[in-house]
């Protein structure tokens, strides 16, 4: 193995890094994979019917002009499983094992001294048995349309029965991302749930709210009955994720629930992290997150105006649609937790009944602590829009406007 003691990189450390640009493609956007709208929320694998689970998948363009001083096999995708879920704000490694760190460094596109375990899955701490190829690591597919269009088919035999998160990774070092499918995909061996520990996923994408609004997390789950729910939330950019209870013991009733999250005070003008945990009687948990961290700008939408649109904050419009009330992170009046009794899932060679496992399962239980810096930087294709943009954005735009008329008066 390589030597390894400097510390843990950054994502603007590899970007601005004379080691890391001196690649042609150094400073140039990643090609990632792009996972359809329309991915079931739950994916049932019953083994005993099949094994195999169909993902399809597409590119944003095609990506093969490898130069001469990039690895042999960059611009490549690969898809691997999780046996867990994480939070945005706390990174999975860059780089999957260290002979991918020796290809790298005989380019010279990172200095394998400031690489440390954490920033490898295979020496990870956290993630080294939590992580499980879909596709050969030297098999990586070209990022072509007609390689995208065959999709990627997953044999799930030797897998631990369980719950899994899918990831697209794109490998052009020195900056490697990933690209997160949406959902969760159940791994079974029959329909006894019993047998399995429980799945979970967060749906909802909108990434802003306002501290006086209720913003509802959407999701879905499968787990034994008797199941509850729990909603846990964090400020972020402390360093460590500081988990505090929001809701608890919240019946679940189907596969698909609802759940309101009006921000506590402190969390007004930050950006926060969720996470909604599933635990069966079996004391057995899964926990899910959003893809995308949560802004929660002062107020309320009610209060805010503009010239056009009565309702609307016309500068958190960059962010998303801030009249967006779709079931998708819209805003209401607060609430009780509740669930709903709507199906989420697709089965893959059985019915959504058919569950079960032991196993990543254990990857179910309580999780070992996560900051943003234990596993080095990772740069995911879904990264969310801070209320720190907003402000430069909204700073730039008075700046350039008090110019423009110092220019005028003059």
């Not at 867990?84 to 990174?91: A, I, N, V, Y």
């Not at 990831?167 to 052009?172: H, K, N, V």
């Not at 802004?295 to 904050?313: F, I, K, M, R, Y």
Request: proline fraction near 8%; charge should be negative; charged fraction near 20%.
């Amino acid at each position: 193995m390589i030597p390894h003691s400097l510390p843990t990189l950054t994502f603007a450390v590899l970007i601005a890094a004379p080691v890391a640009a001196s690649a042609a493609n150094g400073i140039e956007p990643r090609t990632p994979v792009d996972w359809p709208d329309a991915t079931a929320c739950l994916t049932v694998v019953d083994r005993q019917q099949s094994a195999m689970v169909h993902m399809p998948y597409s590119v944003p363009f095609e990506d093969v002009d490898v130069t001469m001083d990039e690895v042999a096999d960059s611009r490549t995708h690969q898809f691997i499983a999780f046996c867990r879920d994480h939070s945005r704000e706390e990174f999975l490694p860059i780089w999957l094992t260290w002979s991918d760190v020796e290809a790298a460094a005989a380019k010279m596109l990172v200095d394998p001294l400031t690489v440390e375990d954490e920033q490898v899955l295979e020496t990870s701490s956290v993630w080294k048995d939590c992580w499980f190829p879909i596709t050969p690591h030297d098999a990586r597919r070209p990022i072509t349309f007609a390689e995208a269009m065959k999709g990627v088919d997953w044999d799930t035999t030797a897998l631990p029965a369980g719950a899994y998160v899918v990831q697209g990774y794109t490998w052009e070092p020195a900056v490697n991302i990933y690209a997160q499918r949406p959902g969760v995909v159940h791994v079974v061996d029959g329909p006894d749930l019993a047998a399995v520990g429980p799945a979970a996923a967060v749906t909802t994408t909108l990434d802003f709210t306002f501290a006086e609004d209720t913003y509802t997390i959407e999701g879905c789950t499968r787990a034994l009955p008797g199941s509850t729910l729990s909603v846990h939330w964090s400020i972020t950019g402390t360093g460590v994720l500081d988990w505090k209870l929001y809701a608890e013991d919240v019946a679940i009733e189907g596969e698909a629930f609802t759940l309101p999250f009006l921000p506590p005070p402190e969390a007004s003008g930050r950006t926060v992290a969720l996470r909604v945990d599933v635990t069966d009687p079996m004391q057995r948990t899964f926990s899910a997150y959003p893809l995308n961290l949560l802004t929660v700008l002062p107020g309320s939408a009610e209060d805010t105006t503009s010239d056009t649109t009565a309702g609307c904050n016309p500068e958190a419009a960059f962010v998303a649609d801030p009249c967006d009330t779709s079931g998708d992170g819209s805003t209401s009046d607060p609430g009780d937790p509740t669930t709903s009794a709507t199906s989420a899932s697709t089965s893959d060679g059985s019915s959504g009944d058919s569950i079960d496992s032991t196993g990543t399962g254990d990857s179910s239980s309580t999780e070992p602590a996560l900051t943003p810096d234990s596993s080095g930087c990772s740069c995911e294709a879904t990264a969310p829009a801070g209320l720190a943009w907003a402000s430069l954005l909204a700073l730039g735009l008075r700046r350039r406007r008090r110019r423009r008329e110092a220019a005028a008066t003059s």
